[in-house]
């Protein structure tokens, strides 16, 4: 089966800079990569996607990057604030035409202010 | 607007006491899904339907069942629940069709303390 892992597990950061985190993927198969960001207390949300068939997309201040050579992708968020503190999960889909998602392990992003 | 909607958003039981745990949407997705969460941790499947076809994980303890009486409506039932089964229970909604990508929407969830 697949196995998605997410790094760092935590990041802090500083009000205004950017913040990167990454995940790589086991099978080649995956072809759907979604970021949730989840909230002390809250439910998972999408914020951004991508398809195996694009490399980068771009969403305001977040960005997804998809290395499917080194299968591996990234979530870019620049000019960081405060409200992005939470935690975000990578996941992937796809694999073996399966479409339950690998999520990662997540990774605590601490933006101080 | 909620289109997934957990009750209760908080859940006290006693040690093997057996507790109901619901889900509704109105998306009207085919595929419905609980997930387990633990601090800190990445949320863990549980099961899923696929319309009406029930998918256990291989992992999931016989402790927990589910059911699914129509499209808009998920339970979970836990027979007697331990210490470990303190968590956060999420339900989750997808519509999976073709090549369409399985964006997930998730309820707010339910907090399950044991006694």
């Known amino acids: 089966g697949e196995n998605v892992e997410q790094h760092p597990s935590t990041l802090s950061v500083q009000e205004g800079d950017s913040a990167v985190i990454k995940c790589t993927y086991s099978?080649?198969?995956?072809?759907?990569f979604p970021w949730y960001k989840q909230e002390l207390g809250k439910r998972p949300q999408l914020i951004i996607d991508?398809?195996?068939?694009?490399g980068e997309k771009k969403d305001q201040r977040i960005a997804v990057t998809l290395n499917k050579t080194a299968k591996h992708f990234s979530l870019h968020i620049t000019e960081t604030q405060p409200e992005d503190s939470a935690v975000y999960f990578c996941?992937?889909?796809?694999?073996?035409?399966?479409?339950?998602?690998?999520f990662g392990r997540g990774t605590s992003l601490i933006v101080h202010p | 607007d909620a289109m997934v909607i957990q009750n209760p958003r908080y859940q006290v039981t006693q040690f093997g006491k057996p507790v109901t745990l619901s889900c509704s949407q109105t998306?009207?997705?085919?595929?419905m899904y609980w997930y387990q969460q633990k601090s800190s941790q990445a949320p863990k499947l549980l099961f899923h339907?696929?319309?009406?076809?029930?998918?256990n994980e291989a992992d999931t303890p016989d402790n927990f069942q589910s059911r699914r009486p129509n499209t808009s409506f998920c339970f979970l039932d836990i027979r007697s629940p331990g210490l470990g089964d303190a968590a956060m229970y999420l339900c989750?909604?997808?519509?999976?069709?073709?090549?369409?990508?399985?964006?997930?929407?998730f309820g707010a969830g339910t907090r399950l303390s044991v006694l």
């Open positions: 989750a909604t997808s519509r999976v069709a073709g090549t369409t990508k399985n964006i997930q929407y």
């Open positions: 099978d080649s198969a995956s072809n759907y």
């Open positions: 991508i398809r195996s068939n694009v």
């Open positions: 996941a992937a889909t796809g694999s073996g035409g399966s479409y339950i998602p690998t």
């Open positions: 998306l009207n997705h085919n595929v």
């Open positions: 339907y696929y319309d009406k076809d029930f998918n």
